[in-house]
C-alpha cells in the first residue's frame, strides 16, 4: 500500500489529537474532528466499514467531550482534573460493550463485504468506549486505548499499511505518555485517590 497525502495528513493530526488529549488541552477535540473525518474516507476505501462508521461516531464524541470539557473547564478552577470511573459502572460498560461487539459482528458478517467483520467490530465497540471514557475523564480509558491502539497496529501490519500500524503503535505509545500525565494530574489534585465519577 502506498502512501498517500491525505493518509500523511490524517496521521499528523490523529497523532496531534492524542498529545493534546494527554496534556488536557482542549484543542484536542477540533484536531481529532478533522483527523476522524479523514481517516472514515480512508476507512471506507480499504472497506473497513466498522471503522468508517466508527469515524462518524467519534465526531459526536469528539464533539460531546469538547463540550464536557469546556463546561468541567469553567466549573473547575484547577483545570481539567481526570478522574477514577467507578469500577462498578466500568464493568457494566465492559460488557455491555462485548454484547453489542457480537452483534455489529455478525451483521457486519451477512450483511457486509468487511474483509474482518468480528475483529472490525469489537475494535469498533472498544474504541467508542475508549473514546467516551476520554470525554469523561476517566483515567481507566488510557488503558483501555494501549489494548486497543496494540491490536490495531498489528491488524495494520496485517493488512500490509505499515504507515497506518504505525500510526496506531505511536497511538499505543501516546497512550503510555497520556496514563502517566492523568495519573500525576489526579494525584495533584487527590492525593488520597478518592475522586470519582
Known sequence: MTMSFLEITGVILNISGVWLTARRNIWCWPVGIAGVLIYGYLFRQWRLYGDMGLQVFYVFLQAYGWLRWRAARTAEAGGLVPVLGDRHRLIVEVAMTVVLSMALGWLMS????????????????????AGYWAARRYMQSWYLWVLVDAIYSALFLYRDDALTAALYGMFAGLAVYGARQWRQAFDQAEPHGLRML
Open 110 to 129: 451477512v450483511w457486509t463485504d468487511d474483509v474482518m467483520p468480528r475483529m472490525d467490530a469489537t475494535l469498533t465497540c472498544f474504541s467508542l468506549l
